[in-house]
T-cell receptor, first 111, second 115 residues
Framework: KNEVEQSPQNLTAQEGEFITINCSYS?????LHWLQQHPGGGIVSLFM???GKKKHGRLIATINIQEKHSSLHITASHPRDSAVYIC?????????????FGKGTLLTVNP | EAGVAQSPRYKIIEKRQSVAFWCNPI?????LYWYQQILGQGPKLLIQ????????DSQLPKDRFSAERLKGVDSTLKIQPAKLEDSAVYLC?????????????FGPGTRLTVT
């Protein structure tokens, strides 16, 4: 079993829909990260959170430490949101902080 | 501020050949990461440098992969000899230092195809 599980693997939505991507993890973590990867490889960090909820524009990320679960929500989705969304958990070992990534969720938003 | 630079962007080689990738991190970033991302998977850490020292290379296949960051700035990752299963995107990332409060900035990646 992978340390980080994402669902769904693929998601197709119509423009304007509310999107939810889920991430579950099986180990203790220092923080959880959500990242976005567009075709061609570029990865951009969206959120880093260790508790509660964060919001940036139309994106909202929540985390429940007790349940080892996080969600990424996109409100009023737009075709430009089409990308792979990756959940990663961070652990500190000594002076070294290391990320373990999920496989990603491919989101396609149709106009 | 210039981002993380990588070259080449694409490389096609035959199995058993050698290949090298180059990464120039964001200026002033002490921590540099090399990741391997196989199609349909998330990135997997190969090696992490803090300045010019290795802090984690536990998932680096050391019989064929090597990496260096001699002056604590740019870095090279080498594969010798390559296998078919090495086909992947190799991502370089950097951060100011190692820790949960320090964002990792990713380069565009090098897509390697081994035939």
């Amino acid at each position: 079993k992978n340390e980080v599980e994402q669902s769904p693997q693929n998601l197709t939505a119509q423009e304007g829909e509310f999107i939810t991507i889920n991430c579950s993890y099986s180990v203790g973590i220092s923080a959880l990260h959500w990242l976005q990867q567009h075709p061609g490889g570029g990865i951009v960090s969206l959120f880093m959170l260790s508790s509660g909820k964060k919001k940036h524009g139309r994106l909202i990320a929540t985390i429940n430490i007790q349940e080892k679960h996080s969600s990424l929500h996109i409100t009023a989705s737009h075709p430009r949101d089409s990308a792979v969304y990756i959940c990663a958990v961070g652990n500190s070992g000594g002076s070294n902080y290391k990320l373990t990534f999920g496989k990603g969720t491919l989101l396609t938003v149709n106009p | 501020e210039a981002g993380v630079a990588q070259s080449p962007r694409y490389k096609i080689i035959e199995k058993r050949q050698s290949v090298a990738f180059w990464c120039n991190p964001i200026s002033g970033h002490a921590t540099l990461y090399w990741y391997q991302q196989i199609l349909g998977q998330g990135p997997k850490l190969l090696i992490q440098f803090q300045n010019n020292g290795v802090v984690d290379d536990s998932q680096l296949p050391k019989d064929r992969f090597s990496a260096e960051r001699l002056k604590g700035v740019d870095s090279t990752l080498k594969i010798q000899p390559a296998k078919l299963e090495d086909s992947a995107v190799y991502l370089c990332a950097s951060s100011k230092t190692s820790g949960p409060n320090y964002e990792q900035y990713f380069g565009p990646g090098t897509r390697l195809t081994v035939t």
